[in-house]
């Protein structure tokens, strides 16, 4: 419940709450994540909550402020976004929601009692969780990102991502290390990392959780026969899925090369996302795989790409969590988890899915993608307690534990203040 402040006689909510986030919508991982807990605290009484993001898609009870407050109601404060390289749009994203802050505050007269934001947004959120840790990162990818080896072409990109990842780790050093903000990590892996790089031995644990309504094995197999109809997928095929926006970070190298060793397989891959696909495609090429491995446009009906598939595989380099990892299990898939991504602390391997231990390893996944297929019981079985596992992993009993998390920081904040 929530700590009631004694304010309601004066027209005032027990705790006003401010989310900065660049965007909101359910087809990126942190975003469903912010989206499916302030769904869920806006509903309690008392709390006023408002959001300062560029986008706000599919948030029900969005308001744009000022508006008409009524139960349940989110005030969304729309922040100009400017076209540009991702670089750019982030610094300007940045100084941008600080500024309206401050308008708001000081003309407004809008002040809040705890600022929580998804990664780094602001120098002053009270409250952040932490969806990756951008040192631990870059280390895992520095090699490759190096121009040496790189096509002359490719050059601006790598740059690119150069200059931001350290600008991101700037930020860390100087957000993560202010003992004032209070940090939760989705996953034991991202608060060992927390600690390993910024001495925050404080962090609490907030996994992600899942619909298990929507995410189901009967939703699966209903959606089964016209989702491979829709991609022509033949009935000896086993489909495999990867879905991320970042495939370096997804491990798709690794699954391209793993792929390839399995040729005397009917093995299919869908890989759905929005990152760039030139790179791949040559690698695809020159490794006989162009046949096999299909890009898909990411969908708001994530369901009939889990409906297509026989195993999810995530081989990420890194990776705070992994939701679909989560979603493929609710589904009664068997799923491939790397060991560098914060959902394996769900998995048991041989159990309820698949470790792989190194996601730089083709010879190891490609042993694994044959057991999967070779043993039609195992899979059966994996995909069995997956979805048993993936029941005790609600949004219901996130955002109960992130309100919890919230109104720790808010008495942390005030208590600092007097």
């Known amino acids: 419940m929530l700590p009631h402040l004694s304010l309601g006689y004066l027209g005032l909510p027990d705790l006003r709450l401010a989310v900065i986030t660049p965007f909101l919508d359910r087809r990126h991982g942190t975003e469903l994540c912010i989206v499916e807990q302030l769904e869920r605290i806006s509903r309690q009484q008392g709390i ?7 986008r706000v898609d599919d948030l029900s009870g969005a308001v744009r402020y000022p508006g008409t407050s009524t139960p349940g109601a989110i005030f969304w404060h729309k922040v100009r976004s400017i076209p540009g390289p991702h670089l750019f749009a982030y610094l300007w994203w940045f100084l941008a ?3 309206q802050r401050v308008w708001d505050s000081r003309i407004r007269g809008l002040e809040f009692d705890v600022l929580y934001s998804p990664g780094v947004n602001a120098f002053d959120a009270d409250a952040i969780a932490v969806h990756i840790v951008f040192h631990e ?3 895992q990818v520095k090699e490759r990102l190096k121009f040496r080896g790189n096509s002359f072409s490719s050059w601006p990109r790598l740059l690119h991502r150069r200059i931001y990842y350290h600008l991101i780790m700037g930020l860390e050093r100087r957000v993560y290390r202010r003992r004032a903000t209070s940090l939760a990590g989705v996953s034991t892996l991202v608060a060992d990392q927390l600690a390993k790089h910024f001495q925050r031995t404080d962090v609490c644990v907030i996994r992600h959780g899942v619909d298990t309504g929507r995410f189901s094995p ?3 197999v209903a959606g089964r026969d016209s989702a491979r109809a829709r991609w022509l997928l033949q009935r000896d095929q086993f489909v495999l899925l990867l879905i991320g926006n970042d495939f370096r970070k997804k491990g798709l190298d690794t699954l391209i090369y793993a792929l390839a060793a399995c040729r005397d397989l009917p093995l299919r891959l869908l890989v759905v996302g929005t990152d760039e696909r030139k790179g791949y495609e040559a690698l695809i090429q020159r490794s006989g ?9 990411p969908s708001a009906d994530v369901l009939q790409f889990y409906a297509a598939a026989d195993a999810y595989v995530g081989p990420s380099l890194e990776d705070a969590y992994g939701l679909p ?3 493929a299990m609710a589904c009664g898939l068997p799923v491939v988890a790397s060991s560098r991504a914060g959902a394996s602390e769900l998995i048991h391997d ?3 899915g698949m470790l792989l231990r190194n996601p730089d390893n083709p010879e190891e996944l490609a042993g694994i993608l044959r057991a999967l297929y070779t043993n039609q019981g195992l899979s059966q ?3 069995h307690e997956a979805c048993s596992t993936a029941q005790s992993q609600s949004w219901d009993h996130n955002a109960a534990q992130t309100w919890e998390f919230l109104k720790a920081a808010a008495t942390r904040k005030s208590r600092s203040q007097q």
């Open 97 to 99: 929601n600080r500024v």
């Open 48 to 54: 006023e909550v408002h959001v300062y993001s560029q």
């Open 325 to 327: 990892i989560l979603e």
């Open 218 to 220: 009967a939703a699966r």
């Open 137 to 139: 990162f870059y280390a």
């Open 350 to 352: 041989g159990k309820n």
């Open 289 to 297: 795989m162009a046949d096999r491995i299909s890009f898909l446009e």
């Open 381 to 383: 079985q994996l995909g």
